[in-house]
């Protein structure tokens, strides 16, 4: 039975693909649209087969991954640090709290024409907008964590003694540890997003660049390519992170989304 279940998870999916390349086929050869709109999947194939073996597909997927880890590892370290401060310093909260509520319903690429502004094209105002886009739902999940520890934990702490800090580090971070993870898994899906966008308007690599750049030459193949290449590797870096999840709390991967 769980062979059967195992084989029907990979199948669906399979069915899908190929129930949707058919209908691309058919739609292209009924001439609904012209190629210069709808390319046929061989045409598609076939650029992609190109780009793959020169290497061209992969040096931008190289340059948006990177620009992605960077700007999510420093979200990170913020959310993880004002989470920690908001934990053990909560009469401090009155002091950020409306500056992280007011931000985070701004959208980060209506700052862009400022960013450029102030930073150029360079890397430092695509690292902005990625740290913009993925902060705010780690910060709430890792805030989430911290305050929902177990009141009669902290108290079984008070009972040995433990100060303010070995109550944080010893019984709310490994009791928030799940938060914490959902949050970082939901940010790097906003991150990967966010630096698409960021790449179509202020950059010379990455697949937010090339999409862009295969538009202005009218190529849609290429642009198809790079919306299924940011589809596919998002898609993978979401698999990955989601068997870390499962691995650390033990709990089933596919679920743990919010």
Not at 48 to 54: A, D
Request: charged residues 15%.
């Amino acid at each position: 039975m769980a062979r059967d279940t195992q084989k029907k998870k990979y199948w669906q999916p399979l069915i899908m693909i190929l129930l949707i390349l058919i209908i691309w086929q058919i739609a292209c050869s009924l001439h609904i649209w012209t190629e210069y709109i709808l390319p046929p999947p061989s045409k598609v194939w076939k650029s992609f087969s190109k780009m793959f073996l020169s290497g061209d597909l992969f040096v931008d997927i190289r340059i948006s991954l990177k620009r992605v880890f960077i700007g999510f590892f420093i979200a990170f370290m913020l959310a993880f640090s004002l989470g920690m401060t908001a934990s053990l310093k909560p009469s401090l909260s009155g002091y950020y709290n409306w500056f992280v509520q007011f931000m985070r319903n701004v959208p980060p690429l209506s700052l862009i024409a400022l960013l450029i502004l102030w930073f150029g094209i360079g890397e430092t105002s695509k690292i902005i907008i990625i740290v913009l886009a993925s902060f705010f739902p780690m910060f709430l999940n890792i805030e989430k964590g911290f305050s929902q520890c177990d009141k009669k934990l902290i108290e079984v702490g008070a009972s040995f003694h433990f100060s303010k800090r070995e109550q944080f580090f010893r019984i709310i971070l490994p009791n928030a540890i799940p938060d914490i993870l959902v949050g970082m898994r939901i940010g790097l899906g906003y991150s990967w997003r966010a630096i698409i966008g960021a790449e179509m308007i202020a950059a010379s690599t990455g697949l937010g660049h090339m999409i862009l750049y295969a538009q202005q030459m009218s190529r849609s193949d290429k642009v198809i390519i790079g919306i299924i290449m940011i589809g596919l590797v998002g898609l993978i870096c979401d698999k990955i992170f989601a068997v870390i999840i499962s691995r650390l709390v033990k709990g089933d991967a596919e679920n743990v989304w919010s």
